[in-house]
T-cell receptor, first 113, second 112 residues
Framework: NAGVMQNPRHLVRRRGQEARLRCSPMKGHSHVYWYRQLPEEGLKFMVYLQKENIIDESGMPKERFSAEFPKEGPSILRIQQVVRGDSAAYFC???????????FGPGTRLTVL | GQQLNQSPQSMFIQEGEDVSMNCTSSSIFNTWLWYKQDPGEGPVLLIALYKAGELTSNGRLTAQFGITRKDSFLNISASIPSDVGIYFCAGQLGTSYDKVIFGPGTSLSVIP
């Protein structure tokens, strides 16, 4: 049973470009969460999604960031017009219906030049 | 917003020693979680706690959910080199699936 998959593992973008981060939850999991981790800090919650619905986006910056979890395919975190401050590790986690425990993917490390 | 505090911030111990770290919050949590993160990897869930006072073990790891629901501790017995990493406590406010609020982490180094 494969775990949470994220790709790419590393992403380099120049300022002003778009970054697309993908997350495939564990099989059977219908809840996806995105977190951001700056160097030497804990993870900060960004957004919680179920299939085709955003449940809680209280941690998402108001501009340039968006997330989706379509009926088919992976969840996507999109960052438009990236800036240097967006450089961080972005982690996706998934959980099954009704469960507290979240299982994390290996993360995508975004570097903005 | 809710914040978690972890102590100590970092630890250097000899192989074979026991380790204790804790986590406190100003908010009441319904679930406490302990994760370990290795460099370049995502956090891995070690122990999940669901009831105040609950004491749970996973091999050499033992964690407790504080009675006040505002704290938790993690103990590691007889440390080994592969215990090296960053240990995060995390809490969930909701009674069901909910976002996880992470502490800043305790960095553990084990000297062989």
């Amino acid at each position: 049973n494969a775990g949470v998959m994220q790709n790419p593992r590393h992403l380099v973008r120049r300022r002003g470009q778009e970054a697309r981060l993908r997350c495939s939850p564990m099989k059977g999991h219908s809840h996806v969460y995105w977190y951001r981790q700056l160097p030497e800090e804990g993870l900060k919650f960004m957004v919680y999604l179920q299939k085709e619905n955003i449940i809680d986006e209280s941690g998402m910056p108001k501009e340039r960031f968006s997330a989706e979890f379509p009926k088919e395919g992976p969840s996507i975190l999109r960052i438009q017009q990236v800036v240097r401050g967006d450089s961080a590790a972005y982690f996706c986690a998934s959980s099954p219906q009704g469960a507290n425990e979240q299982f994390f993917g290996p993360g995508t490390r975004l570097t903005v030049l | 917003g809710q914040q978690l505090n972890q102590s100590p911030q970092s630890m250097f111990i000899q192989e074979g020693e026991d380790v204790s770290m804790n986590c406190t919050s100003s908010s009441i949590f319904n679930t406490w979680l302990w994760y370990k993160q290795d460099p370049g990897e995502g956090p891995v869930l070690l122990i999940a706690l669901y009831k105040a006072g609950e004491l749970t073990s996973n091999g050499r790891l033992t964690a407790q959910f504080g009675i006040t629901r505002k704290d938790s501790f993690l103990n590691i017995s007889a440390s080994i080199p592969s215990d090296v990493g960053i240990y995060f406590c995390a809490g969930q406010l909701g009674t069901s699936y909910d976002k996880v609020i992470f502490g800043p982490g305790t960095s553990l180094s084990v000297i062989p």
